[in-house]
């Protein structure tokens, strides 16, 4: 054996036994994290069975926490398990101050628009108003009329003084360039790109995706929900193909919490230094709708907001309705509703006939068969993709916000939702659902033939990694 091949040997073999090492290493780091059996398996079998693809991908997107990361990453609040005298709390509510998250805030004017027209008016509305500061982040900035009359509207305020920050996430906004962006940077706005997406930088995940939807102008005003800033979610004018969805406005002291979460972020992505003085404080309006912003994501040391709706399960006595895009759950969550289902309750689940992701559509099947066989009522949409995310538990708590009720939102994204303690929100967002589920047909589950159980068991197994 001459001296070329025998270098050649051993370095495949040392080339070798270093893949099967880091494969090691990667395993127990996977067992280390205490995720969930399913994607622990789905992870681990990727590794060992196809490792020339799994151990890159892992290495790429398998990340679930910011482990390090996040230790630099400041806490969400400072004032973890604080309670305030609501009288006695619901088990989500406890939940969600225990696991660090602001207490119930009342004193909010809260106002829901289900109509993209309707909110794209009161969003352009709310920004020509700002006096002082304008914080955006969103996982979409549309290259269309609604981003680019939002990024002329946000560089004006940012000629008139007002301090404009945008963040974007920087998977979502892959295709947003420089250029578009040039009129708010010359006029004085700041723009930040969340968790760069490419390994070139020191920050970066393909993974980990900012998710939130977040507007808040002077510290005064907010807006929350599933709308990104596009023509598929908003626009001054209907157009054939948009999603149907969900935004909240409101003002009151629940728009401190909300702004700590952008300032979070935003603190993270830019290592600007916060503003030493205080936020200005949230005027009370008249109304007293009472709400709890839940934050969730790697940034949160426990799986509050997934805690949070299992306690709202177990504690539901007359009714759980859910609204979401992807119906793909935890076995925890699944078996939950089952049984919550099985005992009598009015379990609904009302999705889309098919969303715009053809993958979560087949991994949801065998979660929406287990909860029809148990007894609850499964709706598909009929007339277009629903984009909203909507909760309702029995009379006592409303849920809206970012959050898909699958585990890619439950466990990787980082999410923002209102917890809505007032009957009128409640009622508000229970009438949404009951007028959906009425354009919607009730579907029944046929026992899977052997081609449906091999997609169904695929898209099972991959259902963790969505």
Not at 449 to 462: K, P
Request: aromatic share 8%; charged share 20%.
């Amino acid at each position: 054996m001459n001296s070329g091949v025998l270098v050649t040997f051993l370095f495949e073999h040392l080339l070798t036994i270093a893949g099967f090492l880091l494969a090691m290493a990667l395993i127990l780091q996977l067992i280390r994290e205490h995720r969930r059996p399913g994607g622990t398996l789905a992870w681990i079998l990727a590794i060992v069975l196809i490792p020339y693809i799994g151990v890159p991908l892992y290495l790429l997107i398998g990340g679930r926490k910011l482990q390090e990361r996040v230790k630099r990453k400041e806490d969400l609040y400072a004032a973890a398990g604080l309670v305030a005298d609501h009288g006695p709390l619901s088990k989500s509510a406890r939940a969600l101050c225990a696991g660090g998250m602001p207490p119930l805030r009342s004193g909010n004017r809260v106002v829901m628009e289900h109509s993209g027209e309707r909110a794209y008016r009161e969003l352009m509305a709310m920004l020509s108003r700002a006096e002082t500061s304008i914080e955006i982040n969103t996982f979409i900035l549309g290259r269309d009329i609604v981003g680019e009359t939002i990024v002329e509207s946000l560089a004006r305020k940012a000629r008139e003084g007002v301090r404009v920050r945008l963040l974007l996430d920087s998977l979502g906004c892959m295709w947003v360039s420089r250029h578009f962006l040039k009129p708010l940077r010359d006029a004085g706005g700041q723009v930040g790109f969340f968790l760069p997406v490419l390994p070139l930088q020191r920050r970066w995940s393909a993974n980990l995706r900012n998710h939130r939807k977040i507007v808040v102008v002077d510290g005064r005003h907010a807006m929350v929900g599933g709308m990104n800033l596009s023509m598929l979610f908003m626009g001054p004018r209907p157009h054939a193909k948009r999603f149907l969805d969900s935004a909240v406005f409101f003002e009151g002291p629940a728009v401190n919490d909300v702004r700590d979460i952008f300032e979070n972020d935003w603190h993270y992505t830019t290592q600007e230094t916060p503003p030493s003085e205080a936020a200005p404080a949230a005027q009370a309006p008249a109304e007293s709708g009472v709400v709890q912003v839940a934050a969730s994501g790697p940034d949160v040391p426990d799986d509050v907001l997934h805690d949070a709706l299992l306690m709202a399960i177990f504690e539901a006595q007359h009714r759980i309705w859910i609204l979401t895009p992807y119906f793909v759950p935890d076995e925890t969550m699944t078996e939950a509703l089952a049984l919550q289902a099985r005992m009598g309750i009015e379990v609904r689940v009302l999705v889309p006939r098919r969303s715009n992701h053809r993958l979560a559509d087949i991994a949801r099947v065998p979660a929406l068969r287990r909860l029809s066989e148990a007894g609850a009522k499964i709706y598909a949409y009929r007339k277009g993709m629903i984009h909203a995310k909507l909760l309702v538990f029995d009379n006592q708590v409303a849920v809206t916000g970012s959050p898909n009720l699958d585990m890619r939102s439950m466990y990787l994204n980082f999410e923002i939702a209102l917890f809505h303690y007032s009957a009128t929100e409640i009622d508000e967002v229970a009438g949404r659902i009951d007028t959906l589920i009425r354009q919607s047909e009730e579907l029944q589950f046929a026992p899977p033939n052997l081609l449906d159980s091999c997609r169904e068991g695929v898209g099972s197994l991959l259902s963790p990694l969505l």
